[in-house]
């Protein structure tokens, strides 16, 4: 497992951006596959984006696809979610979670494929 930190969460209005970051703490996260989930009040939560380890392509739910971007940092030490043209409906506690495994089906879209959580980063979109 791998200690994981959002940041860079905040309160914004509909049409803005935001990049929130993933980063483990004292290793390099260019070994792991890294996904962003997000969980609003009263939902489950949900899968975003993903980038599997072994330099598959990023991966989006439809939601999101076309706003959002999912990169790591030349040194592997940090994933960042790049958020544009937010939505209200994009409101929610937004996690990074990272495994070892390399995927080669989409199980990588589901939570329990992912061994180590961070604590969570508020993103909230007003209207």
């Known amino acids: 497992q791998v200690q994981l930190v959002e940041s860079g969460g905040g309160l914004v209005q509909a049409g803005d951006s935001l990049r929130i970051s993933c980063t483990a703490a004292?290793?390099?996260?260019?070994?792991?596959?890294v996904g962003w989930f997000r969980q609003a009040p009263g939902k489950e939560r949900e899968f975003v984006s993903a980038?599997?380890?072994?330099?598959?392509?990023?991966d989006y739910a439809d939601s999101v696809e076309g706003r959002f971007t999912i990169s790591r940092d030349s040194a592997g030490n940090t994933v960042y979610l790049q958020m544009n043209s937010l939505k209200p409906s994009d409101t929610a506690v937004y996690y990074c979670?990272?495994?070892?495994?390399?995927?080669?089906?989409?199980?990588?879209?589901?939570?329990?494929?992912?061994?180590?959580w961070g604590q969570g980063t508020q993103v909230t979109v007003s209207s």
């Open positions: 979670a990272a495994d070892s495994t390399t995927y080669t089906s989409t199980y990588y879209k589901t939570s329990t494929a992912y061994d180590s």
């Open positions: 980038l599997r380890r072994g330099g598959f392509a990023p």
């Open positions: 004292g290793r390099t996260l260019s070994g792991y596959t």
